[in-house]
Protein backbone atom coordinates (compact mmCIF):
# COMPACT_ATOMS: atom_id res chain seq x y z
CA UNK A 1 0.00 0.00 0.00
CA UNK A 2 2.70 2.09 0.44
CA UNK A 3 4.63 1.54 -2.64
CA UNK A 4 1.44 2.75 -4.35
CA UNK A 5 1.02 6.07 -2.35
CA UNK A 6 4.71 6.91 -3.41
CA UNK A 7 4.32 6.37 -6.88
CA UNK A 8 0.61 8.30 -6.62
CA UNK A 9 2.67 11.07 -5.10
CA UNK A 10 5.31 10.51 -8.31
CA UNK A 11 2.90 10.82 -10.89
CA UNK A 12 1.24 13.75 -8.94
CA UNK A 13 5.03 15.49 -8.76
CA UNK A 14 5.52 14.92 -12.74
CA UNK A 15 1.81 16.21 -13.60
CA UNK A 16 2.13 19.05 -11.88
CA UNK A 17 5.30 19.94 -12.81
CA UNK A 18 4.93 19.67 -16.40
CA UNK A 19 2.06 21.44 -16.43
CA UNK A 20 3.57 24.41 -14.32
CA UNK A 21 6.48 24.61 -17.11
CA UNK A 22 4.09 24.26 -20.08
CA UNK A 23 2.00 27.39 -18.18
CA UNK A 24 5.42 29.17 -17.37
CA UNK A 25 6.56 28.63 -21.05
CA UNK A 26 3.24 30.18 -22.65
CA UNK A 27 3.34 32.90 -20.24
CA UNK A 28 7.03 34.03 -21.54
CA UNK A 29 6.68 33.48 -24.76
CA UNK A 30 2.92 36.00 -24.40
CA UNK A 31 4.81 38.24 -22.55
CA UNK A 32 8.18 38.25 -25.61
CA UNK A 33 11.47 38.50 -25.03
CA UNK A 34 12.51 39.83 -22.12
CA UNK A 35 15.59 41.09 -23.04
CA UNK A 36 14.16 43.10 -25.50
CA UNK A 37 11.32 44.24 -23.57
CA UNK A 38 13.53 45.72 -20.87
CA UNK A 39 16.03 47.53 -23.19
CA UNK A 40 12.26 49.11 -24.26
CA UNK A 41 10.35 49.69 -21.20
CA UNK A 42 12.18 49.29 -18.17
CA UNK A 43 12.80 46.18 -15.78
CA UNK A 44 9.95 46.92 -13.84
CA UNK A 45 7.00 47.25 -16.77
CA UNK A 46 8.67 43.43 -17.55
CA UNK A 47 7.72 42.50 -13.99
CA UNK A 48 4.85 44.03 -14.00
CA UNK A 49 3.67 42.51 -17.29
CA UNK A 50 4.81 38.94 -15.88
CA UNK A 51 2.80 38.86 -12.25
CA UNK A 52 -0.26 40.38 -14.70
CA UNK A 53 -0.39 37.01 -16.62
CA UNK A 54 -2.69 34.56 -16.05
CA UNK A 55 -0.64 31.48 -17.29
CA UNK A 56 2.02 32.67 -15.06
CA UNK A 57 -0.03 32.67 -12.22
CA UNK A 58 -1.26 29.37 -12.52
CA UNK A 59 1.93 27.72 -13.28
CA UNK A 60 3.53 28.88 -9.81
CA UNK A 61 0.15 27.41 -7.90
CA UNK A 62 1.15 23.76 -10.35
CA UNK A 63 5.15 24.30 -9.03
CA UNK A 64 3.36 24.81 -5.22
CA UNK A 65 1.66 21.36 -5.66
CA UNK A 66 4.31 19.68 -7.26
CA UNK A 67 6.83 20.86 -4.48
CA UNK A 68 4.42 19.57 -1.42
CA UNK A 69 3.82 16.50 -3.57
CA UNK A 70 7.65 16.16 -3.21
CA UNK A 71 7.44 16.48 0.68
CA UNK A 72 4.75 13.70 0.62
CA UNK A 73 6.61 11.30 -2.17
CA UNK A 74 9.84 11.74 0.48
CA UNK A 75 7.64 10.86 3.51
CA UNK A 76 6.14 7.83 2.17
CA UNK A 77 9.32 6.59 -0.59
CA UNK A 78 13.16 6.84 -0.41
CA UNK A 79 15.03 9.28 -1.61
CA UNK A 80 16.90 7.24 -4.27
CA UNK A 81 13.62 6.37 -5.67
CA UNK A 82 11.54 9.59 -5.50
CA UNK A 83 14.11 11.79 -7.08
CA UNK A 84 15.26 10.24 -10.08
CA UNK A 85 11.57 8.66 -11.07
CA UNK A 86 9.92 12.07 -10.63
CA UNK A 87 13.09 14.16 -12.64
CA UNK A 88 12.96 11.47 -15.09
CA UNK A 89 9.50 11.14 -15.85
CA UNK A 90 9.39 15.09 -16.13
CA UNK A 91 12.12 15.35 -18.50
CA UNK A 92 9.83 12.83 -21.09
CA UNK A 93 6.71 14.16 -19.94
CA UNK A 94 7.66 17.68 -20.83
CA UNK A 95 9.20 17.13 -24.53
CA UNK A 96 5.06 15.13 -24.62
CA UNK A 97 3.48 18.03 -23.20
CA UNK A 98 5.32 20.66 -25.31
CA UNK A 99 4.78 19.15 -28.56
CA UNK A 100 0.81 18.56 -27.77
CA UNK A 101 -0.04 21.99 -25.77
CA UNK A 102 2.87 24.56 -27.28
CA UNK A 103 3.05 22.93 -30.56
CA UNK A 104 7.02 23.45 -30.25
CA UNK A 105 8.83 21.32 -32.94
CA UNK A 106 10.18 17.93 -31.12
CA UNK A 107 12.00 16.69 -33.98
CA UNK A 108 14.01 13.46 -33.35
CA UNK A 109 17.18 15.33 -32.22
CA UNK A 110 14.81 16.93 -29.08
CA UNK A 111 13.33 13.45 -28.18
CA UNK A 112 16.63 11.80 -27.79
CA UNK A 113 17.67 14.54 -25.96
CA UNK A 114 15.07 14.46 -23.59
CA UNK A 115 15.70 10.64 -23.01
CA UNK A 116 19.01 10.38 -23.03
CA UNK A 117 18.61 12.97 -20.13
CA UNK A 118 16.24 11.46 -18.19
CA UNK A 119 18.26 8.39 -18.20
CA UNK A 120 21.24 10.41 -17.01
CA UNK A 121 19.34 12.11 -14.20
CA UNK A 122 18.13 8.70 -13.14
CA UNK A 123 21.81 7.85 -12.77
CA UNK A 124 22.72 10.39 -10.92
CA UNK A 125 20.32 10.35 -8.68
CA UNK A 126 20.03 6.96 -8.05
CA UNK B 1 22.19 32.75 -30.40
CA UNK B 2 23.99 35.12 -28.74
CA UNK B 3 26.84 35.10 -26.52
CA UNK B 4 24.20 36.28 -23.71
CA UNK B 5 21.57 34.00 -23.87
CA UNK B 6 24.39 30.91 -23.91
CA UNK B 7 25.36 33.28 -20.54
CA UNK B 8 21.44 32.85 -19.23
CA UNK B 9 21.19 29.12 -20.13
CA UNK B 10 24.30 28.57 -18.27
CA UNK B 11 23.02 30.82 -15.20
CA UNK B 12 20.21 28.77 -14.72
CA UNK B 13 22.26 25.69 -14.67
CA UNK B 14 24.82 26.93 -11.67
CA UNK B 15 22.39 28.80 -10.00
CA UNK B 16 20.40 25.93 -9.62
CA UNK B 17 22.77 23.76 -8.57
CA UNK B 18 24.51 26.02 -5.95
CA UNK B 19 20.93 27.10 -4.69
CA UNK B 20 20.59 23.73 -3.87
CA UNK B 21 23.61 22.90 -2.66
CA UNK B 22 23.42 25.91 -0.08
CA UNK B 23 19.81 24.92 1.01
CA UNK B 24 20.46 21.08 1.59
CA UNK B 25 23.87 22.39 3.54
CA UNK B 26 21.84 24.69 5.43
CA UNK B 27 19.09 22.39 6.74
CA UNK B 28 21.07 19.71 7.85
CA UNK B 29 22.67 22.17 9.91
CA UNK B 30 19.21 22.74 11.41
CA UNK B 31 18.14 19.44 11.49
CA UNK B 32 14.75 17.60 11.45
CA UNK B 33 11.91 19.91 11.04
CA UNK B 34 8.83 18.58 11.92
CA UNK B 35 4.98 19.79 11.91
CA UNK B 36 4.54 20.44 15.70
CA UNK B 37 8.02 22.53 14.88
CA UNK B 38 7.14 24.82 12.44
CA UNK B 39 9.29 27.55 14.12
CA UNK B 40 12.21 26.12 13.18
CA UNK B 41 11.59 26.87 9.80
CA UNK B 42 11.61 30.55 10.55
CA UNK B 43 14.67 29.89 12.61
CA UNK B 44 16.28 28.36 9.38
CA UNK B 45 15.45 31.90 7.70
CA UNK B 46 18.32 33.31 9.64
CA UNK B 47 20.82 31.07 8.31
CA UNK B 48 23.11 32.23 5.93
CA UNK B 49 23.12 28.97 3.59
CA UNK B 50 19.52 28.61 3.33
CA UNK B 51 19.58 32.77 2.86
CA UNK B 52 22.30 32.16 -0.01
CA UNK B 53 20.34 29.42 -1.16
CA UNK B 54 16.91 31.23 -1.58
CA UNK B 55 19.26 34.28 -3.01
CA UNK B 56 20.35 31.98 -6.05
CA UNK B 57 17.18 30.04 -6.40
CA UNK B 58 15.72 33.00 -7.23
CA UNK B 59 18.48 33.74 -9.71
CA UNK B 60 17.81 30.48 -11.09
CA UNK B 61 14.24 31.64 -11.68
CA UNK B 62 14.85 34.97 -13.10
CA UNK B 63 17.38 32.90 -15.58
CA UNK B 64 14.78 30.19 -16.29
CA UNK B 65 11.75 32.76 -17.02
CA UNK B 66 14.31 34.87 -19.38
CA UNK B 67 15.25 31.82 -21.51
CA UNK B 68 11.58 30.63 -21.98
CA UNK B 69 10.84 34.14 -23.34
CA UNK B 70 13.22 33.56 -26.15
CA UNK B 71 13.59 29.71 -26.51
CA UNK B 72 11.57 26.01 -26.52
CA UNK B 73 10.81 24.66 -23.03
CA UNK B 74 12.49 21.48 -25.00
CA UNK B 75 15.16 23.41 -25.61
CA UNK B 76 16.11 24.79 -22.26
CA UNK B 77 15.20 22.34 -20.32
CA UNK B 78 17.62 19.31 -21.32
CA UNK B 79 20.13 22.50 -22.84
CA UNK B 80 20.44 23.63 -18.68
CA UNK B 81 20.53 19.87 -17.23
CA UNK B 82 24.52 20.12 -16.71
CA UNK B 83 23.52 21.52 -13.56
CA UNK B 84 22.56 17.69 -12.70
CA UNK B 85 26.40 16.97 -13.59
CA UNK B 86 27.71 19.75 -11.81
CA UNK B 87 25.22 18.69 -8.90
CA UNK B 88 27.21 15.12 -8.69
CA UNK B 89 30.45 16.71 -9.60
CA UNK B 90 30.89 19.16 -6.58
CA UNK B 91 31.17 16.67 -4.17
CA UNK B 92 34.30 15.36 -5.97
CA UNK B 93 36.38 17.96 -5.89
CA UNK B 94 34.80 20.08 -2.95
CA UNK B 95 34.66 16.94 -0.33
CA UNK B 96 36.88 14.60 -2.27
CA UNK B 97 34.05 11.71 -2.40
CA UNK B 98 34.37 9.08 -5.37
CA UNK B 99 31.79 9.35 -8.58
CA UNK B 100 30.87 5.67 -8.89
CA UNK B 101 30.83 4.55 -12.70
CA UNK B 102 26.98 4.39 -12.34
CA UNK B 103 27.42 8.55 -12.45
CA UNK B 104 29.70 8.67 -14.87
CA UNK B 105 27.40 7.22 -17.35
CA UNK B 106 24.76 9.28 -16.28
CA UNK B 107 27.42 12.67 -16.68
CA UNK B 108 27.79 11.31 -19.68
CA UNK B 109 24.48 10.40 -21.08
CA UNK B 110 23.49 13.83 -19.78
CA UNK B 111 26.40 15.53 -21.82
CA UNK B 112 25.31 13.93 -25.60
CA UNK B 113 21.98 14.59 -24.44
CA UNK B 114 22.75 18.66 -24.19
CA UNK B 115 25.15 18.33 -27.03
CA UNK B 116 22.27 17.13 -29.14
CA UNK B 117 19.59 19.77 -28.06
CA UNK B 118 22.03 22.53 -28.14
CA UNK B 119 22.84 21.72 -31.99
CA UNK B 120 19.70 22.19 -33.20
CA UNK B 121 17.57 25.44 -33.39
CA UNK B 122 16.38 27.20 -29.99
CA UNK B 123 13.27 28.21 -30.82
CA UNK B 124 10.04 26.88 -33.04
CA UNK B 125 8.70 29.50 -35.33
CA UNK B 126 4.71 29.34 -35.85
CA UNK B 127 3.76 31.06 -39.10
CA UNK B 128 1.40 33.38 -36.33
CA UNK B 129 4.58 34.27 -35.20
CA UNK B 130 4.97 37.30 -37.73
CA UNK B 131 1.97 39.31 -35.82
CA UNK B 132 2.80 40.39 -32.57
CA UNK B 133 1.57 38.51 -29.28
CA UNK B 134 -1.20 40.03 -27.63
CA UNK B 135 0.74 41.18 -24.85
CA UNK B 136 3.76 42.56 -26.50
CA UNK B 137 0.91 44.56 -29.04
CA UNK B 138 -1.16 45.74 -25.68
CA UNK B 139 3.09 47.10 -24.13
CA UNK B 140 3.84 48.79 -28.03
CA UNK B 141 0.38 50.75 -27.91
CA UNK B 142 0.93 52.23 -24.28
CA UNK B 143 4.83 53.55 -25.72
Known sequence: MRHAYTWGAILLIVFASVTGDVLMSRAMKQVGDVDELRKRSGLFAVIGRVLRNSHFLLGIGAMAVAFFSLLFALSWGDVSLVAPASASLTFVGNAAAAKFFLHEHVDRRRWVAAALVACGVAFLAG | ?143
Open chain 2, 1 to 143: MTFRKYLVLAGVAVFAAIGDSMLSRGMKDMGAVSLTRLQTLIAALRDPSIIGGILFLLAFFSAYMTALSWADLTYVLPATSLGYVLLALLPKFVLHEQVTTLRWVGIFLIAVGVSAVASGPELTHHPRDSEPEPELAAMQEDR
